[in-house]
């Protein structure tokens, strides 16, 4: 079966269409970073009229490159949240006009539910049951994948996501929006004992995280060091912060893999195009005789070819909606 999908939860505006939850035959991204760079992150009102010039011609690419026309299409699958709420409409009002107008049914998709199926396009043999780490600029949640469609949330975020922090760390060391991956780029040319930063833990929750902590600490450094004229080796803080954060991550999630006697482990969100932490846990899973995946880098950020991958084991599923449906801002996964 042949799914449109279409995603506009925070700043890309996608659609992609893909054969049977494994099979992307077009992934058409249009990203409106640059635009939000100006600002330092992300414009909610800007991002929503970003999507609505230009969903219509991002969908028509999306079915173009694919070859497919509308008639052969057996759904039509958007995420519906979480995220930007003005930005989901988009989206959600989008597909739920195409979906009306062709007669096709349409496929509510979980945004973070959708991070985990980029595996599923990448690696044919991955099934449920595994263990995934899914980190975004909003979520960090540690989840056990029963099936396709059925999530039992381990841990989570208290405070601030890993990307939030990495992007609010990163601005404090004068990066642009988004700053992981201009992080991620300076980090392996400094030294990661340089600073000592906190690794702070919650009491009683093994696998939950704590990130305010740490973006504060460098936030802190910085500071001082600027009141005291004190230069800072920003390649060296940003080594320390990336091993700081990479080791939470990992410590977690190898916490709860032992406990809960995962072998299969996963990664998912744009978090998990981190060098860092992508090295780091191959290593780790290579010394435990644990199968590690994550999406390949085109993969990890927003993109609509997730949500198709997504949309066809929820149709499988009976998860459909009618023209009733809303865009939510929050959703347990
Ligand atoms: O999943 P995503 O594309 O959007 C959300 O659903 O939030 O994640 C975006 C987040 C941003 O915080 C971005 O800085 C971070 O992923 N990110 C990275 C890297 N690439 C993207 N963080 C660390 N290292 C990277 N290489
Ligand atoms: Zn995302």
Not at 32 to 52: C, D, F, M, N, T
Not at 217 to 237: I, P, R, T, Y
Not at 296 to 310: F, R
Request: net charge negative.
């Amino acid at each position: 079966m042949y799914i449109l999908a279409i995603e506009s939860s925070c700043d890309e505006t996608a659609a992609a269409v893909v054969e049977d939850g494994r099979r992307a035959l077009s992934n058409v991204v249009a990203s409106q970073v640059e635009e939000h760079k100006l600002y330092g992150g992300v414009v909610p009102e800007i991002a929503s009229r970003r999507h609505a010039e230009a969903v219509s011609a991002v969908t028509g690419r999306a079915l173009s490159e694919a070859g497919v026309d509308l008639s052969e299409l057996g759904a039509v699958a958007v995420t519906y949240a979480p995220g930007l709420i003005g930005a989901l409409l988009v989206g959600v009002n989008f597909a739920k006009g195409l979906a009306l107008s062709a007669g096709l049914p349409l496929i509510p998709v979980h945004h973070l539910r959708s991070h985990v199926a980029a595996n599923y396009l990448a690696h044919r043999e991955l099934e449920p049951p595994f263990l995934c780490l899914i980190v975004s600029g909003g979520h960090s949640h540690i989840v056990r994948v029963e099936d396709y469609t059925r999530y039992t949330v381990l841990g989570r975020t208290r405070d601030d996501a890993a990307g939030e922090c990495f992007d609010k760390a990163a601005r404090a060391m004068g990066m642009p929006y988004p700053g992981g991956v201009h992080l991620d780029r300076l980090a392996p040319t400094g030294n990661p004992q340089a600073f000592k930063l906190p690794r702070p833990r919650v009491e009683g929750s093994p696998y939950d995280f704590s990130f305010s902590g740490l973006k504060t600490a460098v936030v802190n450094l910085l500071h001082n060091a600027k009141q005291k004229g004190e230069e800072v080796n920003v390649a060296d803080l940003a080594a320390s912060f990336q091993c700081t954060a990479v080791e939470i991550l990992c410590g977690n999630l190898l916490r709860a893999a032992e406990d809960t006697g995962a072998h299969t482990l996963v990664l998912a969100g744009g978090v998990s195009a981190n060098s860092g932490l992508r090295a780091r846990m191959e290593r780790e899973c290579a010394a435990r005789g644990l199968t590690l995946y994550a999406p390949p880098l085109s993969l990890c950020g927003d993109n609509a070819a997730m949500v198709g991958a997504q949309a066809f084991y929820e149709w499988e599923a009976g998860h459909t909606a009618g023209m009733e449906l809303n865009a939510y801002p929050t959703m347990p996964v």
